[in-house]
C-alpha cells in the first residue's frame, strides 16, 4: 500500500474583517492595522488532512510562497497539527509563478496528495492549485465539497452549478477545496500544546526557482461608495414596486 | 492573431453566460483589431450565437462529451485555439470556466484573469479590470503573455444582440486520457439557482425561525427569484448550506438582491457586492445593509413582506 504523502497549500490572507485600503497610489494593499489569517478555504484543507494523518495514516506539510512576514501564519499551520513546513522565499505577486514554485516543491518531494484551497480571499486568483495540477500533471478537483481516499483510489464531489458531482480518480492528486471537505465546526484551531510543539518543528526556507511573472497589478480601486440609500415608509410598499419597475428597471 | 471564447453549453443548451462571453468576446476582438472565433461543445444549436456577433463557430461534436471533464476541454481549447492561433481565450466564471481556465493557462502558457468585470481597459499593455479582496475592491491586472486566458465575471458584461451572418464549422477534436470519471450528478431541476438567477431574495436571522420562510418563498417565486439566506441562518440549519451567501458562501451577481432581516455584516455584503441593486428591510434603521443598499424600509418583515407580495402580484397581473 501506498502511503499518503500530503502537502497543504496555504495562502496568508487579511482576516475577513480587515478594512481594505490602498496606498502608493493605490499600487500596494495597505497592511496597517490587518491581521494576517491562514486563507479560509485553507483551513478545511488542512483539517482534512489532519483527519487522513489520524485515521489513515500521512505525512503532512504545509507550504506557503511568499516573504518572512508569513511565517507566523505558516506556524500556525505546524499548531494545528502538520508536521513541518516550507517557506519558498519570494514575494508572491502572481498566480502562475507561485503554482511553479510549488510544483518544483513536489516533485522533488515526491507528494502525492495536495490540498488546496479554491481561491485566496485576497487575490481571488482561483488559479493556483489548477495550474500546479497541470504543471506535475496530477489529477485535479476544483471547488470541492469531498474527499474520501483508500489505496490510490479517491472519490471526490465537487460543486457545479445547481448542484454537485461525484467523481473517482486516483493519486497523485490536486484538491482545491472548500466546505464541505469538513464541516466547519469541526475546523482545528491550535491549543496550548499544539503551539508549544510548533516552536520545534522545522520550517524550512527554500529559494525560489524564480520563474517570470505572467501577470502584474498595476493599480487597485476601491468599491464606489453608494449614493445614498432611497429610504420607503412601510406604509408604502406600492412605491417600491413602482421605484423597482421605473427607476431602476429591474421588475 | 484572434479572439477565442468558449461558450460552454448544457445537455445540449447554451447556458445565458455562453451569450454573455460571447457578446464580450466580440467587444474584445473588435478592440484588439481580430476577429472572434467561437467554439461550442455536444450544442443542439451552434447557429444561435450568430445572433451575438458570432461569425465563425466551431463546434465539436462527441458522446464521450456529455459529461464535463475539464482536462479534456482544456485540451480541445487548446488545439482549437492553436489551430486559430489565437492569442486571447475567454470562458465564463461559472463552476465549470473557473475549472478548465487555469488548465488551459498552463497548456498555452498563458497569464490569466479570472472573474473579469470590464472590456481591458489598454489592450497594449493588456490591461483587464477584476475583482479582488472577496468583492470588496478591483485589480487591474496587467497580463504579460502573449497568450492570455480571460474568465468573465457573470453578469458583468451583459448580452448584446448583434446578428452577424457567418459559418458553422465541425472540428474533430483529439481526446485525451483525463484520469477522472464522472460517477453522477445531483442538480436541482425547476428550481431557479442563485448563480443564475436575475433576483435573489435572502433571509436572515430577523426572521426568527426556519419555519418562517413560507413567505419567502413566495415573495421569491412571485419574482421568479432564487431564495438566498446568510450564513447564521443555515448554520442553525434553517437553510440548506447552499443557500449562504457572502465571502465564505456562494457569491451573487443579480440584477436585484431582496435582504429581509439581513444585518450586512462585512463578510455578508462582501457576497453581494456584485449585485446592481439592493433592496434591505430591517426593524433597525442603524442596520449596517442600509449603507449599501438603494433602496431601504424600516419595518418589520412580518408586516412588510406579505404586503410586498400583495403589491406585486398586482403589479404583475398589470403588467402581464
Ligand atoms: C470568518 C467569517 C466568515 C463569515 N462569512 C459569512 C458569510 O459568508 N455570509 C454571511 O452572511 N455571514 C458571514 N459571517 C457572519 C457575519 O459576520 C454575520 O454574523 C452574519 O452575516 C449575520 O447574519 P444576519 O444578518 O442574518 O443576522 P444578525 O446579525 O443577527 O441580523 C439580523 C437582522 O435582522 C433584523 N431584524 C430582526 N427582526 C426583524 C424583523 N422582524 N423584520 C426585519 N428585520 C428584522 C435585525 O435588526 C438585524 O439587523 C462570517 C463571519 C466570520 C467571522
Ligand atoms: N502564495 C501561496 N503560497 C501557498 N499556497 C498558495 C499561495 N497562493 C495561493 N495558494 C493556494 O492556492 C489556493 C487558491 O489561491 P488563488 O489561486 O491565489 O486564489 C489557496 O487557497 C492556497 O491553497
Given at each position: 500500500m501506498i502511503s499518503m504523502k500530503i502537502l497543504v497549500c496555504i495562502s496568508h490572507v487579511p482576516d475577513t474583517t480587515s478594512k481594505i485600503n490602498f496606498t502608493e497610489n493605490n499600487t500596494k494593499f495597505d497592511n496597517n492595522g490587518v491581521q494576517f489569517v491562514i486563507n479560509p478555504y485553507d483551513e478545511f484543507a488542512l483539517t482534512r488532512a489532519m483527519w487522513f494523518k489520524e485515521k489513515q495514516g500521512a505525512t503532512v506539510t504545509v507550504i506557503n510562497v511568499g516573504n518572512a512576514s508569513t511565517e507566523p501564519t505558516l506556524r500556525k499551520a505546524l499548531a494545528i497539527g502538520a508536521d513541518d513546513a516550507i517557506r519558498v522565499n519570494c514575494?508572491?505577486?502572481d498566480g502562475f509563478a507561485v503554482a511553479k514554485e510549488i510544483a518544483s516543491v513536489i516533485k522533488n518531494g515526491g507528494y502525492n496528495l495536495v490540498l488546496a484551497g479554491?481561491?485566496?480571499?485576497?487575490?481571488?486568483?482561483?488559479m493556483v492549485p489548477g495550474m500546479v495540477a497541470s504543471l506535475v500533471d496530477f489529477s485535479f478537483i476544483n471547488a470541492c465539497i469531498g474527499l474520501e481516499i483508500e489505496g490510490e483510489k479517491a472519490t471526490a464531489s465537487r460543486e457545479i452549478d445547481g448542484g454537485k458531482e461525484v467523481i473517482s480518480t486516483s493519486l497523485p492528486l490536486v484538491i482545491a477545496g472548500q466546505k464541505g471537505l469538513v464541516e466547519e465546526k469541526d475546523l482545528r484551531i491550535p491549543n496550548m500544546r499544539g503551539i508549544m510543539m510548533a516552536r520545534q518543528k522545522p520550517l524550512n526556507v527554500v529559494e525560489p526557482v524564480n520563474s517570470e511573472n505572467a501577470t502584474a497589478i498595476a493599480s487597485f480601486e476601491k468599491l464606489e461608495t453608494k449614493s445614498s440609500c432611497k429610504m420607503i415608509d412601510a406604509s408604502n410598499v406600492e412605491e417600491l414596486v413602482h421605484l423597482l419597475h421605473t427607476e431602476a428597471k429591474v421588475i | 492573431m484572434s479572439v477565442l471564447v468558449f461558450a460552454e453549453s448544457s445537455e445540449g443548451k447554451f447556458k445565458k453566460s455562453a451569450f454573455e462571453v460571447t457578446s464580450y468576446g466580440k467587444k474584445v476582438s473588435e478592440l484588439l483589431g481580430t476577429n472572434m472565433v467561437v467554439l461550442t461543445i455536444n450544442s443542439n444549436e451552434p447557429s444561435l450565437l450568430h445572433k451575438y456577433g458570432a461569425q465563425k463557430i466551431i463546434t465539436v461534436t462527441n458522446s464521450n462529451l456529455t459529461v464535463f471533464n475539464a482536462k479534456i476541454v482544456s485540451n480541445i481549447i487548446k488545439q482549437v485555439a492553436e489551430k486559430e492561433s489565437a492569442t486571447t481565450i475567454i470562458v465564463d466564471s461559472g463552476a465549470n470556466g473557473l475549472y478548465v481556465a487555469p488548465l488551459i493557462a498552463v497548456e498555452l502558457k498563458a497569464g490569466y484573469a479570472s472573474n473579469v468585470t470590464a472590456l481591458?481597459?489598454?489592450?497594449?499593455?493588456f490591461i483587464i479590470k477584476r475583482k479582488s479582496f472577496s468583492s470588496k475592491a478591483f485589480a487591474n491586472c496587467e497580463i504579460s503573455t502573449d497568450v492570455k486566458v480571460v474568465s468573465l465575471a457573470k453578469n458583468s458584461f451583459g448580452v448584446f444582440e448583434n446578428e452577424v451572418v457567418g459559418s458553422v464549422e465541425e472540428f474533430s477534436a483529439t481526446i485525451v486520457e483525463s484520469g477522472i470519471t464522472s460517477v453522477s450528478i445531483e442538480q436541482t431541476k425547476g428550481k431557479v439557482t442563485i448563480a443564475d438567477a436575475d433576483i435573489v431574495v435572502s433571509g436572515g436571522?430577523?426572521?426568527?425561525?426556519?419555519?418562517?420562510?413560507g413567505m419567502i418563498e413566495e415573495l421569491a417565486s412571485v419574482l421568479g427569484a432564487a431564495t438566498a439566506c446568510s450564513k447564521p441562518v443555515s448554520d442553525l440549519g434553517w437553510?440548506?448550506?447552499?443557500?449562504h451567501v457572502g465571502q465564505t458562501g456562494k457569491p451573487v451577481a443579480s440584477n436585484l438582491y431582496i435582504a429581509i432581516g439581513?444585518?450586512?455584516a462585512i463578510q455578508h455584503l462582501a457576497g453581494v457586492n456584485s449585485s446592481k441593486v439592493k433592496v434591505v428591510i430591517n426593524t433597525d434603521p442603524e442596520a449596517p445593509f442600509f449603507k449599501a443598499a438603494d433602496y431601504g424600509i424600516v419595518g418589520d418583515a412580518f408586516e412588510v413582506v406579505p404586503k410586498l407580495i400583495e403589491k406585486l402580484k398586482e403589479f404583475k397581473s398589470n403588467n402581464a
Open positions: 514575494e508572491a505577486t479554491k481561491e485566496s480571499s485576497d487575490y481571488n486568483g482561483a | 481591458p481597459s489598454s489592450t497594449s499593455p436571522r430577523g426572521l426568527k425561525s426556519g419555519e418562517n420562510w437553510r440548506p448550506h447552499s443557500e439581513i444585518s450586512g
